[in-house]
């Protein structure tokens, strides 16, 4: 058990896209247990904007945010407003999945709370002295260990295979795959459930929404916990996605992954999908342990407490100050962006 300290203060939480609703929502929780404060800013015009909860605090503006005065600020994404108060926290959004720029410093975050022993180390080589780096597991994760109560709504007697691909134009599989989809939809006894990026195009979202039968669920959801535990197998491509399913020792189908490794099924033409999956539902032990070895360099803890370790260590961040940190890059462009964004043109 992680010791839980007495905490009164106060942290602020900076959201984009809605995937970092399931990454936040446990840190809100274990924040209230300790009796901090909890507030979000999302910017106006957000995909993220829908899926905020009535009971959940937000800050309408930057002035908002100066009155309210966090302690600590945490974001899932790369970039973060220098000019909000308190303790920057970058806790992530995926695993590494190979794709560019995956480790590089902008100079926006104090702190990365870091997943498991692979990610850790590659922070720790790039380390000038502007920041900290913990592993602290990763929180939305916490969730996977314990059965959702919304799962068994989505499980089937049949094979329950996800269909989760990224965004990226260049990495995406969503046209490649969709007449083979389409098509097994028509000839196996599966259960497709699609989840697609929170970026996903419209022509895209429409394509699969048309595929909705008996044999295929699209599915609009900020927590794919259900999802995750729900499914027997994943199919994708380079989304991070797959890493989280890896780590319920499930097999994992990818078409053209930027980096394929031993512990995923990948592929490379596109009518072979069928075979792969094929393979996917009847698994050999070898790949099981190509799985096993993958999860345990990603994420070794699996003890649901890796929220309680997040607060634990921003709160000793809080309380013992940065003060030891060598001052950070300017990188003009990008906090101007950041102000452009956001209609605040001030320095401070």
Known sequence: ???????????????????????????????????????????????????????????????????????AVLAPGNYIPDFFPGIKVQVFHDFDNGKKHRFTIRGFFDLYCTQG?????????RNDGTYDVVETGWSKLDALFTLHPSTEQYKQERPVILYAPTFSPKLRSTYQLFPYIK?????????????????????????????????????????????????????????????????????????????????????????????????????DSKLHEEIHRYSNAIHPARDGESSARVVHTIESKIKSGIGHLKKKPLNLLRRLKVRRKLKYYHWK
């Open 183 to 283: 098509e097994l939809c028509q000839q196996k006894d599966w259960q497709w459930l699609v989840k697609l990026h929170p970026k996903a195009t419209q022509e895209e979202i429409d394509m699969y929404k048309s595929l909705e039968s008996e044999q295929l669920r699209f599915i609009e959801t900020d927590d794919i916990i259900p999802l995750l535990q729900a499914s027997d197998i994943i199919v994708s491509d380079t989304s991070s996605i797959i890493s989280e399913f890896a780590m319920q020792r499930k097999p994992v189908v990818a078409l053209n992954n930027r980096r394929p490794e031993p512990w995923m099924i990948n592929f490379s033409q596109v009518e072979e999908l069928s075979g792969k999956i094929e393979s996917a539902l009847n698994v």
């Open 117 to 125: 022993p692979n990610i850790t180390a590659e922070f720790n080589a």
């Open 1 to 71: 058990m992680i010791e839980q300290t007495s905490d009164d203060c106060r942290y602020l939480f900076y959201v984009v896209l809605s995937y970092s609703f399931s990454i936040l929502r446990p840190i809100a929780v274990e924040i209230e247990k300790r009796g901090g404060q909890v507030a979000w800013f999302i910017p106006e015009g957000t995909e993220a904007e829908a899926f905020l909860a009535e009971s959940e605090n937000r800050l309408a503006d930057v002035n908002a945010v100066k009155a309210y005065n966090p302690d």
